[in-house]
């Protein structure tokens, strides 16, 4: 089965740090385009991050500099290091992979999505 | 604020149908592909639309995508209780992704 899980939410501090993990199956990660996108509470939907086939990053303005991407492809898993942590980082950040034969983005896997709190 | 910008809001009674609107510029919309989301209460997102106009395997004819310049439109026909949900539109822009804001249909 096709299916991507979050994990490594939770409760931090303000300028703490948090890694956000999401194990594939089904598929390899390092053939397909993995992003995060993130929901704040009672919002709509936010674009985080992209990590191409290629190994190639980008982020929104928002997260760039505090923020990193990556993936162990022996493990099948995407990684969201999150640093400097702010309130306005209070989201639901759901794991997606983009389409693989649709034009970026095109997310059709998610994750059941993992809530990272930031708050004194 | 959102880039792209959608309607707040649209509603329908069962069996009509509903449009919603996504409009954005030339450096998101006009120059790339827009795909669409439905969000059901409390579940992550959905793929409804890709590639403007492509429809993954599962998803039903009553839903269809459409682009013309720097708007795109999503059509539900058929309209059922079980299609009320926020519904996003996405496309890239310039080296990152963007999102409308979201429109939440009811269906009365």
């Known amino acids: 089965e096709v299916q991507l899980v979050e994990t490594g939410g939770g409760l931090i501090q303000p300028g703490g740090s948090l890694r956000l993990s999401c194990a594939a199956s089904g598929f390899s990660i390092s053939t397909n385009y993995m992003s995060w996108v993130r929901q704040a509470p009672g919002k709509g939907l936010e674009w985080v991050s992209v990590?191409?086939?290629?190994?190639?990053?980008y982020h929104a303005d928002s997260v760039k500099g505090r923020f990193t991407l990556s993936r162990d492809n022996s493990k099948n898993t995407l990684y969201l290091q999150m640093n400097s942590l702010r309130a306005e980082d209070t989201a639901v950040y759901y794991c997606?992979?983009?389409?693989?034969?649709?034009?970026?983005?095109?997310?059709?896997?998610w994750g059941q999505g993992t809530m990272v709190t930031v708050s004194s | 604020q959102s880039v792209l910008t959608q309607p707040p809001s649209v509603s329908a009674a069962p069996g009509q149908k509903v449009t919603i609107s996504c409009s954005g510029s030339s450096s998101n919309i006009g120059n790339n592909y827009v795909s669409w989301y439905q969000q059901l209460p409390g579940a992550a997102p959905k793929l409804l639309i890709y590639?403007?106009?492509k429809r993954p395997s599962g998803i039903p004819d009553r839903f269809s995508g459409s682009k013309s310049g720097t708007s795109a439109t999503l059509g539900i026909t058929g309209l059922q209780t079980g299609d009320e949900a926020d519904y996003y539109c996405g496309t890239w822009d310039t080296m990152r992704g963007v999102f409308g804001g979201g429109t939440k249909l009811t269906v009365l």
């Open positions: 990590i191409y086939s290629s190994g190639s990053t």
């Open positions: 590639d403007n106009n």
């Open positions: 997606a992979r983009d389409h693989p034969t649709g034009n970026y983005p095109a997310f059709d896997i």
